[in-house]
């Protein structure tokens, strides 16, 4: 079993930055892909970005490539996502998910059903 606890989100104005948390309890945690969603208001839940269980793989959707960074410390099993340059339409709440995958092909894992446990959720409101 893993649980997943995301922390960080909170109000920023447009241009400003936030540093998320996905802490992982589990003893296999560290070999899971772990990977970032949002969810705005009245929209559906959209992929972010993911990283592999090594941390040598990440992938990152258009609307945050160059602006956002995932990371992971697997001593720690915490794994981060820095937000540069927010944008009021960055503004939902933000999810981490893990998934187990040892594949290679990590650019695969854009869809919610892909993923195996999730977090609670953490708001991010990005002021204009």
């Known amino acids: 079993q893993v649980q997943l606890v995301e922390s960080g989100g909170g109000l920023v104005q447009a241009g400003g930055s936030l540093r998320l948390s996905c802490a992982a309890s589990g003893r296999t945690v560290s070999t899971y892909a772990v990977g970032w969603f949002r969810q705005a208001p009245g929209k559906g839940r959209e992929f972010v970005t993911v990283i592999s269980w090594s941390g040598g793989s990440t992938y990152y959707a258009d609307s945050v490539k160059g602006r956002f960074t995932i990371s992971r410390d697997n001593v720690k099993k915490t794994v981060y996502l820095q937000m540069n340059s927010l944008k009021p339409e960055d503004t939902a709440v933000y999810y981490c998910?893990?998934?187990?995958?040892?594949?290679?092909?990590?650019?695969?894992?854009?869809?919610?059903?892909?993923?195996?446990?999730w977090g609670q959720g953490t708001q991010v409101t990005v002021s204009s």
């Open positions: 998910a893990a998934a187990r995958y040892s594949g290679s092909y990590y650019y695969t894992l854009k869809a919610t059903y892909d993923y195996d446990y």
